[in-house]
C-alpha cells in the first residue's frame, strides 16, 4: 500500500497514486524505451550518483535559460 501523498498541503487522491516502473538498466536496453513510453506514458531514468560525474567548469545551463526564455516571449513559437 502506498503512503498518502500531498500537493500544496492538500491530500492526493488514492486513485491518483501508483507505483513508478524504473529502467535501471536503461544503457543496455536502449532499444526498450521507446515501448516503455508507449506503455506508461514514462521513462524513468536514474541519474548517476554525483561521484560518478565529470565536472568540466563549462556548465551551459545559464544559456540554455535564456534560450528558453526567449523562445517563450516570441510570439510566432509555440511553448
Given at each position: 500500500?502506498?503512503?498518502?501523498?500531498?500537493?500544496?498541503?492538500?491530500?492526493?487522491?488514492?486513485?491518483?497514486?501508483?507505483?513508478?516502473?524504473?529502467?535501471?538498466?536503461?544503457?543496455?536496453?536502449?532499444?526498450?524505451?521507446?515501448?516503455?513510453?508507449q506503455r506508461d506514458?514514462?521513462?524513468?531514468?536514474?541519474?548517476?550518483?554525483?561521484?560518478?560525474?565529470?565536472?568540466?567548469?563549462?556548465?551551459?545551463?545559464?544559456?540554455?535559460?535564456?534560450?528558453?526564455?526567449?523562445?517563450?516571449?516570441?510570439?510566432?513559437?509555440a511553448v
Amino acid at each position: 500500500m502506498l503512503d498518502g501523498a500531498f500537493v500544496a498541503g492538500r491530500p492526493v487522491p488514492s486513485d491518483c497514486l501508483g507505483r513508478l516502473h524504473e529502467s535501471a538498466d536503461w544503457r543496455q536496453a536502449r532499444d526498450e524505451l521507446p515501448a516503455l513510453m508507449q506503455r506508461d506514458g514514462y521513462v524513468l531514468l536514474r541519474a548517476e550518483p554525483i561521484d560518478a560525474a565529470v565536472a568540466t567548469g563549462t556548465s551551459r545551463r545559464a544559456g540554455i535559460g535564456r534560450a528558453v526564455s526567449g523562445a517563450a516571449r516570441t510570439p510566432d513559437r509555440a511553448v
